[in-house]
Every structure is written in structure tokens, then in C-alpha cells.
């Protein structure tokens, strides 16, 4: 059980991660990124995209609008509105 725990830690994402598109980047160490699903619609099972804005905590200040990022939920709230940390830059805006 304290391994499970030690790696998790060490990896540094214990909850789901999701990749997402950074919308505004104007805060000090906060982002804020459009994930996108798809969902099927229950009578005419055709596919509707479906966005949620996430607050993401960005500790560098590393991310900027456009950018493609990973992020991970933390383990307790980092303040009122954020849930997420970056985890990485996937892609970077052109």
C-alpha cells in the first residue's frame, strides 16, 4: 500500500489527467483551459461536443493563450476555483 502511495506521489498525478486548450493566461500562476468530450445523445445517438472551463494552477507561469496542455486534478482544492495543475505543454501555439 505505501508503494502505490510513494509512486503516485512521485509521478505527481494522483487523480485523472485531461488535455485541454488554454483560453486565458492573464492571471498570475493560473490558466484557464476548454477540455472538450463528446457525448452521444440519448434518443437521436448523435455525438454533441461538450466543453467545461477548468482553472489550472501554472506554478512558472509556463503556458500561454492557445497552447496545448495536459493537466492533472490534485488531491485538495488549491483555491476557490481551482481543481487542476499543469502537468505539461503538449503542443505550443504558433
Not at 20 to 31: A, E, I, P, Q, Y
Request: without cysteine; hydrophobic residues 30%.
Amino acid at each position: 500500500m505505501a508503494e502505490q502511495t510513494q509512486e503516485a506521489t512521485d509521478q505527481g498525478a494522483k487523480g485523472k489527467t485531461r488535455i485541454g486548450l488554454v483560453v486565458s493566461d492573464r492571471m498570475d500562476k493560473t490558466l484557464v483551459v476548454r477540455v472538450q468530450r463528446m457525448k452521444q445523445h440519448p434518443v437521436y445517438k448523435k455525438y454533441i461536443r461538450r466543453d467545461k472551463k477548468l482553472y489550472v494552477h501554472d506554478e512558472n507561469n509556463d503556458a500561454h493563450a492557445g497552447d496545448t496542455v495536459e493537466v492533472a486534478e490534485v488531491t485538495r482544492p488549491l483555491s476557490k476555483t481551482k481543481r487542476y495543475r499543469l502537468v505539461r505543454v503538449v503542443e505550443r501555439a504558433k
